[in-house]
């Protein structure tokens, strides 16, 4: 049967309490630092207020995308049974385990990278020598079927675990990560120094760095592919010697809700953060149009006044 909500109706049911929802459906869920976990079968979903985000399949989202995809509803009834407070009655499905996670093979290179330097530099306006640095170190190349980018992600020793797809088409939406990609290895470029900076997408990062390049590669750089943690708990556990961490999401209400949350999960370990703000959406918009003067930033800081 068809239902018609109001904005306000689907507002209120989109930023319900998880933790308050589950509770009430006798569902355990615990705390853990500035965050609450659940269990799904094998699956851990983290839980802050209204979002959640599942670490194994990498998705996330609100309350709504919550009810849809673990109590297998559409979202007209789950929008009415977050709305209904009488939800004791409506139980979890239980996931089965997770499948083996696939091989990880990297795409195939192309001969060359005629079109993903075309891209990269005239379409998002990235630094030819900063590129030749990640493509000579076998980080960025061609695809030879389809001629995307390919963005690679290593581990420690430099053994690739990951890969990060994105068509060079001028209107291609096209984002994909390979099967098999470990997402605690996504997208990086591990320096010497005590510095590391976390991004959303590889091109966010390559535009912070074209934008400050004095020194770059001393530095550590993450792109996670997502809003998780998982790549920068890996390159903490990989490096101990990392003292400052700059969270550098997209300036929207996901990025920068992870961004608090984030920090606040570095703060109760003891790990100096700090949340840098592009002045526009991301990173790169920032760099296509110019709003700040060469080698300065103008990008907004967070303080940990702001934060608790």
């Avoid at 918009?285 to 110019?290: A, T, Y």
Wanted: net charge negative; glycine share 6%; charged share 25%.
């Amino acid at each position: 049967m068809y239902i018609e909500f109001t904005e306000d109706e689907k507002r209120r049911a989109m930023e319900v309490d998880l933790v308050d929802l589950l509770s009430r459906c006798g569902q355990h869920v615990k705390r853990v630092g500035s965050q609450y976990e659940w269990k799904n079968g094998g699956q851990t979903v983290s839980i802050v207020d209204n979002l959640w985000f599942d670490h194994y399949e990498q998705v996330g989202g609100t309350t709504i995308g919550f009810v849809q995809k673990f109590m297998g509803m559409n979202y007209p009834e789950a929008v009415k049974f977050i709305l209904n407070e009488d939800v004791c009655s409506v139980h979890t499905k239980k996931a089965s385990p997770p499948p083996p996670r696939k091989e990880f093979v990297l795409p195939e290179r192309n001969h060359n990278m005629n079109r993903v330097f075309a891209y990269l530099l005239n379409d998002r306006g990235l630094d030819r020598n900063i590129l030749h640095a990640f493509a000579h170190a076998g980080l960025i190349y061609e695809n030879e079927r389809y001629h995307n980018v390919v963005f690679v992600g290593t581990d420690k020793y430099g053994k690739p675990r990951h890969a990060h797809k994105r068509s060079t088409a001028k209107e291609g939406e096209y984002r994909a990560n390979q099967a098999g990609s470990d997402p605690k290895f996504s997208f990086n470029w591990r320096g010497k120094s005590d510095k590391v900076y976390l991004f959303e997408a590889p091109i966010d990062m390559l535009s912070y760095i074209t934008m400050h390049p004095h020194g770059w590669s001393d530095n550590t750089y993450i792109a996670a592919c997502s809003l998780s943690d998982q790549p920068l708990m890996q390159a903490l556990d990989d490096n101990p010697d990392i003292k400052q961490v700059y969270i550098c999401f997209d300036n929207d209400p996901p990025g920068q809700k992870a961004a608090q949350y984030l920090r606040a999960k570095l703060f109760a370990k003891g790990i100096n953060s700090e949340i840098l703000i592009p002045s526009l959406k991301d990173w790169n918009e920032d760099l296509l149009n110019s709003v700040q003067e060469e080698g300065e930033v103008e990008c907004q800081f967070q303080t940990v006044s702001q934060l608790l």
